[in-house]
């Protein structure tokens, strides 16, 4: 006999779906892991990033140490590591678990290249785009699916350019912004949901390159820190429809080279950076830097950084 009894299926736990999960819309992480990146030597260790915001000590590392590299989340709650610079520019990715646990070289697939930016896009995806290959600067994009899988090159659109920043924003957008042509610039480019590049947008704040980028507040995003000649601490506020806002004057210790994520469901954290230094800066779910935290784990620039887990 068919049992029509709705209660026989149970239902998305309520907070799954006041997140939105059920709509298709992102599901906030709540853990963030760094990884890579170079102090003295490349390296492949990673540091683990807790629900308010701890940072843990070295993880041995997995992967062919490198630097200059790429990550976002995918899938909801797990991490993909991508790209980057060994002795030579690689196009190698590393998958997180959604409990953070870093696996073994992916073969690479699309260009090699370094510094890029990658960010989560459609709810569940990722897109890695931009960077410099063969000595060029490229602006060509790389589509991440659900469940990890890279996609070959997608042409370029936008203004050619590496040392940039990218992050989700809304519910399932996502913006690259900054970043070094032959000189640094401000603009930026939007994401769409199905992660088709936009043209650029005339730049808003301070131009600047090696910075770092991540959403806040569930539905915005912010870039901070980088270098325009000398290194800055200033951050710029991304809406939740894309729009850059101006400079606010930055809070922490200036500095480049370094990653930021998405953490605690709706806040972020910025990590290390060249120099090398290993301290933090919180960013509240209002946009809100907070001063310098004593680092946690090996100072290193030239890393990345990504949310993984619910």
């Known amino acids: 006999m068919v049992c029509n009894d709705r209660r026989s299926k149970p239902l998305m736990p309520i907070s ?3 997140m939105g999960v059920s709509r298709g819309v992102a599901a906030p992480n709540n853990r963030a892991i760094f990884g890579y990146g170079a102090s003295g030597s490349i390296v492949s260790m990673t540091n683990l990033i807790s629900n308010i915001g701890v940072c843990a000590a070295d ?3 997995v992967g062919t140490p490198r630097q200059s590299l790429a990550a976002s989340r995918y899938g909801s709650d797990k991490a993909i ?5 060994t002795t030579v520019v690689v196009s190698m990715k590393n998958l997180i678990s959604n409990i953070g646990v870093c696996a073994a070289d992916t073969a690479g697939v699309g ?5 890029l930016a990658a960010s989560d896009y459609g709810s569940d995806k990722a897109i890695f785009g931009y960077g410099g290959a063969s000595g060029s600067k490229v602006s060509m994009t790389n589509l991440i699916s659900n469940i990890g899988v890279c996609a070959a090159d997608t042409a370029g659109v936008g203004t050619a350019r590496a040392s940039l920043a990218a992050s989700g924003y809304g519910s399932d957008k996502a913006i690259f912004g900054y970043g070094l042509t032959t000189v640094v610039v401000s603009l930026t480019n939007l994401i769409s ?7 650029d947008t005339t730049g808003v704040g301070t131009a600047r390159q090696l910075l770092a980028a991540s959403r806040y507040g569930s539905d915005k995003a912010i870039f901070g820190y980088g270098t325009t000649g000398s290194n800055v601490s200033m951050t710029n506020l991304i809406s939740n429809i894309g729009v850059c806002a101006t400079d606010i004057t930055g809070v922490g210790s200036a ?3 370094l990653a930021a994520s998405g953490y605690g469901s709706d806040k972020a954290i910025f990590g290390y950076g060249g120099g090398p230094v290993s301290m ?9 830097c907070a001063t310098d935290t004593t680092g946690v784990g090996t100072a290193r620039g030239g890393l990345a950084a990504a949310g993984y887990g619910t």
Request: glycine letters at 14%; hydrophobic letters at 30%; a positive charge.
């Open 280 to 288: 933090t800066n919180l960013i509240s779910n209002a946009g809100v």
């Open 111 to 115: 260009t090699a290249r370094t510094s």
């Open 81 to 85: 590591f991508g790209y980057g610079l």
């Open 59 to 61: 993880t041995t590392g």
């Open 16 to 18: 799954r779906r006041l």
């Open 193 to 199: 949901n199905a992660g088709v590049c936009a043209t």
């Open 255 to 257: 500095r480049s080279s």
